[in-house]
């Protein structure tokens, strides 16, 4: 009687242990499924529309209007829109007129978490039609009447339907590349001990890609001239790739040469390229002793410098705790943007 009784209890400790195995595995199932469901990239539409139509649109492709928590979302934004003024998902949620969740929401329904206002904005100015987030070239954000008509970005689920001709848009490659700040360094030294000082720091001396980011180390580098990693490929004397190419392999797409320049001066030691203080370049030897702009990776670049005085604002806002603001903010809304690569229209 009492062997019987044991066995029963071993029974159903058997079955209720089993049981929760079931469970646990059901949820964890459900957990992965969620997340794969909420892999999502950013994607560009050149078209010029409302925001209303836009909005339509990305509905229709199973998404939304971008919707940003985030800085590091921010710049993704940014750079995907090619330096192109663009809607993204923030609604006013009334007449009332401030920065925050009180008075802004995502069309998404993600968390309003984050914001970048230009200097001034959001100011309502047309009387209560200024009710939706533009997106600035430069990132910063500006509040404007949806009736507007201005290209997107979207943030899209994996495995969406595509209705669009993928020739004329372009989806976030740029995540392929490492988030970069510019950095400016004070100290003069030749181009090759900037050159080393960067590699040490994790990151290259800067490379300028469009006018966007020539704009941003003209401003970084405050007014003095300064060494980038632009080189010379051999002895011939010409503006484009086929005679320069960037220290950290970037393509050479896009050049601000000062007229006559490059000249090759110095009888073929004008090798490398310095940054005049009003955002023209110049070929110079590169024993010269210069300033420089540093390009660095936001999350595992180490910082030689104590003095802010010599940081830029992405570096003051960006590099706090990098780890944990950056992959807090994405794990905390279970999103991941996935690398994602296509061909682009050429410029």
């Known amino acids: 009687m009492i062997i019987n009784t044991l066995f029963k209890l071993s029974s159903t400790k058997i079955k ?18 969620t997340k794969s469901e909420l892999t999502s990239f950013y994607r560009y539409i050149p078209e010029k529309m409302t925001w209303d139509e836009h909005k339509k649109l990305a509905v229709i492709m199973g998404g939304d209007l971008a919707c940003i928590t985030n800085v590091y979302e921010n710049e993704q934004v940014r750079r995907i829109a090619g330096g192109e003024i663009v809607w993204v998902g923030g609604i006013r949620k009334d ?9 802004w929401k995502w069309s998404n329904g993600k968390e309003w978490a984050y914001t970048n206002w230009r200097q001034g904005e959001p100011n309502n100015y047309s009387e209560h039609d200024e009710n939706r987030v533009m997106f600035w070239e ?15 970005v979207y943030e899209i689920p994996s495995g969406s339907k595509d209705i669009l001709d993928g020739a004329k848009t372009k989806q976030n490659k740029i995540n392929h590349d490492p988030l970069i700040f510019y950095k400016f360094n004070p ?16 990151g290259n001396l800067a490379s300028i890609s469009n006018a966007i980011e020539n704009n ?18 051999g002895c011939g004397n010409d503006t484009g790739a086929d005679h320069w190419y960037w220290s950290n392999g970037k393509k050479w797409s896009y050049t601000n040469w000062r ?13 490398r390229v310095m940054f005049w203080e009003n955002g023209e370049w110049n070929d110079a030897s590169l024993l010269h002793k210069l300033s420089a702009v540093y ?11 104590e003095n802010n005085d010599i940081k830029t604002k992405e570096s003051n806002k960006i590099k706090r705790n990098p780890f944990r603001t950056i992959l807090g903010s994405v794990l905390s809304i279970g999103t991941v943007f996935r690398v994602r690569e296509i061909n682009l229209t050429p410029e």
Request: proline letters at 3%; one cysteine or more; aromatic letters at 12%.
């Open 187 to 202: 100290e003069k030294m030749t181009w090759n001990e900037h050159n080393n000082r960067a590699i040490a720091m994790g």
């Open 95 to 103: 007449c009332g007129n401030g920065p925050g969740a009180d008075y």
């Open 295 to 305: 390009e660095l990776p936001i999350t595992d670049s180490v910082d030689y410098f």
């Open 16 to 33: 209720f242990f089993l049981f929760l195995i079931f469970i646990v595995s059901t949820i964890i199932g459900q957990n992965q499924t």
């Open 216 to 233: 941003k180390v003209k401003e970084v580098s405050k007014g003095e001239n300064v060494w980038l990693g632009g080189v010379r490929k």
């Open 138 to 152: 430069n990132g910063e954000w500006n509040d404007a009447s949806l009736l507007h008509k201005f290209s997107a």
């Open 259 to 271: 007229q006559g320049e490059p000249n090759n001066y110095s009888n073929h030691d004008e090798n």
